[in-house]
């Protein structure tokens, strides 16, 4: 069984940064491609940045390009989401999941997720 615990959530002004991490333990996830993944009450969860198992290659989302970088270390089983120029609307919870990149996005998230963040932006 996999488990994902993220961290890193926190407050933040806007312009500022955050970076979450999310551990995996259990097993490796070198076989998935992983990701993040946020909800807003009131909001549809969105995919946020998934990053492919096999090149590292990333999709990200409109919303967060050229703001946030997915990265993962797979000696670490880890996966991170380095979050600048923070917005008011990037508050949200943020998760952590097993996704694909596919040709037009990122699918929905399978598997495995965690337990989620909070992420609030605010002066």
């Known amino acids: 069984q996999v488990q994902l615990v993220e961290s890193g959530g926190d407050l933040a002004q806007p312009g500022g940064s955050l970076r979450l991490s999310c551990q995996a333990s259990?097993?490796?996830?070198?076989?998935?491609?992983m990701g993040w993944f946020r909800r807003t009450p009131g909001k549809e969860r969105e995919g946020v940045s998934c990053?492919?198992?096999?090149?590292?290659?990333?999709y990200y989302a409109d919303f967060v390009k050229g703001r946030f970088t997915i990265s993962r270390d797979k000696t670490k089983n880890t996966v991170s989401l380095q979050m600048n120029s923070l917005k008011s609307e990037d508050t949200a919870v943020y998760y952590c999941?097993?996704?694909?990149?596919?040709?037009?996005?990122?699918?929905?998230?399978?598997?495995?997720w965690g337990q989620g963040t909070q992420v609030t932006v605010s002066s």
């Open positions: 259990g097993e490796t996830l070198d076989y998935y491609g």
């Open positions: 990053i492919s198992n096999r090149d590292d290659s990333a």
């Open positions: 999941a097993t996704c694909r990149v596919t040709a037009t996005g990122m699918s929905d998230p399978y598997v495995y």
